[in-house]
């Protein structure tokens, strides 16, 4: 259900890095000898146009610039030059378990990762019970974290995650190894489920991931990228088989 | 609107962060908040002891007026050595959504503006018991506000430092040292001396000042050290803000 509204319009963006040696110690500033730091070309010359509705894939090696260029979408990071518009409620996510304290309990938890996704505490009450539901920890609710087993702390890191994606119903997703189907094989059904819901619910989508078969399943479009700059884009299945093609 | 929408949004992540990390130090009890009163009370009942030995000049009320002076600096380096950590600190959800970074330096204050409470909590039980009870006391919560205000400015300015300079904690430990020595907190400064010249310069010496007054001294201070205070709690929290709105979005780059 793509529309024709442009959500996000990445102009000519260019980032580069400056690399140091050593660390920023305040002594290291002032009195190493290493004063040319080395320049790291992270991202040159990208252009790319995301539509309401349309989910596009971004794949390449490590190193390769996806998820500065993320950043520089979400507007966690400021390229060097060109422009990178966000049109619309955004929501940048990189990794699941951010957030989360092992020391607190799961409801704890909900609060603190529902208020740090900017959702107020009444929204946060209101979506308790759908959460630990869904993740089948409804006995560990008033549990701390680190009491539970890994696969249980995975089912909740998801869980809580996807249902506040869902509340905030973000114009733009900017999914940076996020999103792959958790737990046991029940569980994993379900959140598939979920994610196709949200991936089909109408946002503007980017997707970065290694996974390339998740990529091939949601992406309408795939960009690859190489050294920071775009080696090819067009259809999923063209360019993630000329990307293993080189790759394996 | 939307700043203001903006800024409320701000304040209620600083609160659930400060709650989170309030909850965290007391290990999910209550009798976790001694921890908070713990330190004061142990340096409180050092100087007690070793008062005779210093040479120190007689001070009306000193038990008081140690407590109170120990307290509010308490609450400065404490706020001020978990600003400074707070960006690296949170170096992973810095990188990983895209959350108002304001809140990180603000739910420090707020967590130590907790602990100042049951700190001060522990204040009004001492003055009850050693000292007769002064009515201008319930006017401490309002010196406590423009404290806060000058410390948020600080805690920004804090931050962003801690964020660029990897051991700038280090240094600060050093200059709180420094500080906690050279204010007032156990002694009184006589006018003219070195010490009473380079305090002029020291914030912290007139909030304790005029919150000692306003303490125990069932006293108001007069309108100049009031506006001065004012005017630099307030210019301290718009430069921090600057500061602070101009660098964050660099700081993904050094973390």
Same mark, same amino acid.
């Given at each position: 259900?793509?529309?024709?509204?442009?959500?996000?319009?990445?102009?000519?963006?260019?980032? $580069?890095?400056?690399?140091?040696?050593?660390?920023?110690?305040?002594?290291?500033?002032?009195?190493?000898?290493?004063?040319?730091?080395?320049?790291?070309?992270?991202? %040159? /010359?990208?252009?790319?146009?995301?539509?309401?509705?349309?989910?596009?894939?971004?794949?390449?090696?490590?190193?390769?610039?996806?998820?500065?260029?993320?950043?520089?979408?979400?507007?966690?990071?400021?390229?060097?030059?060109?422009?990178?518009?966000?049109?619309?409620?955004?929501?940048?996510?990189?990794?699941?378990?951010?957030?989360?304290?092992?020391l607190l309990t799961l409801r704890q938890n909900i609060f603190l990762v529902g208020s740090i996704m900017g959702l107020r505490r009444n929204e946060i009450r209101g979506k308790i019970d759908a959460i630990i539901d869904f993740a089948g920890l409804r006995e560990f609710l008033d549990v701390e974290v680190f009491k539970l087993s890994s696969g249980m702390i995975t089912r909740l890191d998801f869980s809580i995650r996807f249902h506040f994606m869902q509340h905030t119903n973000p114009n733009i997703l900017l999914l940076d190894?996020?999103?792959?189907?958790?737990? /046991?094989?029940?569980?994993?059904?379900?959140?598939?489920?979920?994610?196709? $819901?949200?991936?089909?619910?109408?946002?503007?989508?980017?997707?970065?991931? %290694?996974?390339?078969?998740?990529?091939?399943?949601?992406? $309408?479009?795939?960009?690859?990228?190489?050294?920071?700059?775009?080696?090819?884009?067009?259809?999923?299945?063209?360019?993630?088989?000329?990307y293993k093609n080189i790759h394996t | 609107m939307p700043k203001t929408r903006s800024l409320l949004s701000t304040l209620r992540l600083g609160f659930t962060l400060a709650e989170a990390r309030f909850r965290i130090r007391n290990a999910g009890s209550y009798l976790g908040?001694?921890?908070?009163?713990l330190e004061p009370l142990v340096f409180f009942i050092i100087i007690i002891l070793i008062q005779g030995n210093l040479g120190i000049k007689p001070i009306e009320n000193y038990q008081a007026y140690v407590l109170l002076g120990l307290i509010m600096v308490n609450f400065f380096v404490n706020a001020m050595t978990g600003a400074i950590r707070s960006i690296r600190d949170n170096r992973y959800l810095v990188k990983s959504i895209n959350l108002d970074l304001e809140a990180l330096p603000l739910s420090v204050v707020i967590q130590f503006c907790f602990s100042h409470f049951f700190e001060f909590l522990l204040f009004i039980i001492f003055i009850l018991y050693?000292?007769?009870?002064?009515?201008?006391?319930?006017?401490?919560?309002?010196?406590?506000?423009?404290?806060?205000?000058?410390?948020?400015?600080?805690?920004?300015?804090?931050?962003?430092?801690?964020?660029?300079?990897? /051991?700038?904690?280090?240094?600060?430990?050093?200059?709180?040292?420094?500080?906690?020595?050279?204010?007032?907190?156990?002694?009184?400064?006589?006018?003219g001396t070195f010490l009473y010249k380079i305090n002029l310069f020291n914030p912290l010496y007139y909030l304790i000042n005029i919150g000692r007054q306003i303490v125990i001294y069932d006293s108001f201070p007069g309108f100049t050290p009031i506006l001065t205070t004012l005017v630099l709690s307030f210019a301290t929290f718009g430069l921090g803000r600057g500061i602070f709105a101009r660098s964050k979005k660099k700081f993904i780059e050094f973390l």
């Open positions: 259900m793509t529309e024709t509204i442009k959500r996000i319009e990445v102009r000519s963006v260019s980032k $580069n890095f400056k690399i140091r040696r050593g660390s920023r110690a305040l002594l290291n500033l002032f009195f190493s000898g290493d004063r040319k730091p080395n320049i790291l070309k992270a991202l %040159h /010359d990208i252009n790319l146009e995301v539509l309401g509705g349309e989910v596009l894939g971004i794949i390449g090696k490590n190193g390769s610039g996806k998820s500065t260029l993320l950043r520089i979408i979400g507007g966690l990071l400021q390229s060097d030059s060109g422009t990178a518009v966000a049109s619309g409620k955004t929501l940048y996510l990189n990794g699941f378990s951010q957030g989360t304290d092992p190894e996020v999103l792959s189907a958790a737990g /046991d094989i029940e569980f994993q059904s379900k959140s598939t489920r979920m994610i196709e $819901n949200l991936l089909r619910g109408g946002a503007a989508v980017i997707l970065v991931s %290694h996974d390339l078969e998740l990529i091939r399943k949601y992406s $309408n479009r795939v960009i690859w990228l190489d050294k920071g700059m775009i080696k090819e884009q067009g259809k999923a299945d063209e360019i993630i088989s000329k | 908040i001694f921890w908070y009163l050693y000292h007769s009870f002064s009515w201008t006391i319930i006017f401490y919560p309002l010196i406590f506000i423009v404290f806060a205000i000058f410390m948020i400015g600080l805690a920004f300015i804090a931050a962003s430092l801690g964020a660029f300079i990897e /051991d700038f904690d280090n240094i600060w430990i050093v200059f709180s040292r420094v500080l906690w020595l050279a204010t007032p907190i156990f002694y009184a400064l006589t006018p």
